[in-house]
């Protein structure tokens, strides 16, 4: 299985010329959605949902289909079965790919600011995506593909949550907000340089490809 990160939260996930996408928001290329089978859509916010882009993508390929929480299910109202809501502890199959879901809520950005809904995807018990929260499966994690910069985290929430989930490696997501500077910041804080994880944390550039099993 090959991973290759798209701009900001958006990777795919391809194996056997199969192509499964998470979370083509606002900052990741149309391009991530050429062949795939299976769209994978953590939560609402626009830099992980863009409704134009996925209706559009689901009238041009009759046989993609879209798993994603309630709500945003319900913004894609009218394109019946092709859409699946579903939530924690929820398992299906996507693009011939094994997927458990885990989580409920996205993290808190301001007690003024309502929390809305956010699931998290494990893929054929390797790859996790939480999303826009720091959830911690149950389970063993092979491929965390961590949030590294937003507006509701802290680097030392990072490392904890790294902790905490025990992964074999890291690999930094959600970083489109961030200069070359802040980029290599956040990877040593999270590497090398900073207080340690247990992970090694992996940087890797749009349009990069990496083995992930």
Known sequence: MELIKFGHASVALERDGRRLVL???????ASALDGAEAVLITHEHVDHFQEDRIRAALADVPGLEVWTNPTVAAALDGLGSRVHAVGAGDAFTAA??????????????HPDIPVVRNVGFLVDDAVFHPGDALTAPDVPVDTLLLPAHAPWSRT???VDYVREVKPG???GVHDALLSELGLGLVARMLGEGGPGTGAPYQRVAVDERVSVR
Not at 23 to 29: K, L, Q, S, W
Not at 98 to 103: A, C, E, I, R, T
């Open 23 to 29: 979370d083509p928001g606002v900052f990741t290329d």
């Open 156 to 158: 030392a929430d990072l």
């Open 96 to 109: 011939g790919f094994d997927v458990k879901v885990f989580g409920e809520w996205h993290a808190v950005i």
């Open 169 to 171: 490696r890291v690999i």
